[in-house]
């Protein structure tokens, strides 16, 4: 039993009994989590930047899930280590992409995450089943292998699950 913790643009995937993947503090950045009930493998993806054009090659090949467009064929090739291969089947789960430092959303980084990742997602057969994304707030996010259960918590709203 292990808790990966990943940091912005990091990505892991388990479908060890007892682990749990997790990322802490989202702010504009996204958690993508993908289930495959079929192998029960659960996978994440802390996505800071919508696009990967505004970096340098050994950015994007070092941490290719800092940029969406670069992050969700990087977690679906580490789901695909762990067996889960079929897009169509998992169940996706989003969060984060909320307006921290910007309050006259000048840059709309959350925001411009979050579409970037839906489009990904959905040129690929896939779409979030459930999300809690937007706001103002920032979130962690875990999700374990035993349960598939998605759990937030951020300060002063407590935990809940998507």
């Known amino acids: 039993m292990s808790t990966n913790i990943l940091g912005i643009g990091e990505f892991g995937a388990s479908r060890t009994p007892g682990d749990v993947v997790k990322t802490l503090g989202l702010g504009s950045c996204v958690a993508v989590v993908l289930l495959d009930p079929a192998t029960r493998t659960v996978g994440m993806v802390h996505v800071a930047l919508p696009d990967s054009s505004i970096a340098t090659p050994d950015d ?90 998605v759990e937030l918590y951020s300060p002063g709203r407590g935990q809940w699950t998507i």
Request: charged letters at 25%; hydrophobic letters at 45%.
């Open 60 to 149: 994007i090949k070092r941490l290719p899930g800092r940029f969406a467009d670069t992050a969700i064929p990087a977690l679906l090739n580490c789901m695909a280590r762990h067996g889960a291969v079929k897009c169509e089947s998992m169940i996706v789960k989003l969060a984060g992409g909320a307006v921290i430092m910007d309050p006259k959303n000048t840059f709309n980084i959350g925001k411009r995450n979050v579409l970037a990742i839906k489009k990904l997602l959905w040129e690929r057969g896939m779409g979030a089943r459930s999300e809690d994304v937007g706001a103002n707030y920032s979130r962690s996010v875990s999700v374990s292998v035993d349960s598939g259960l």
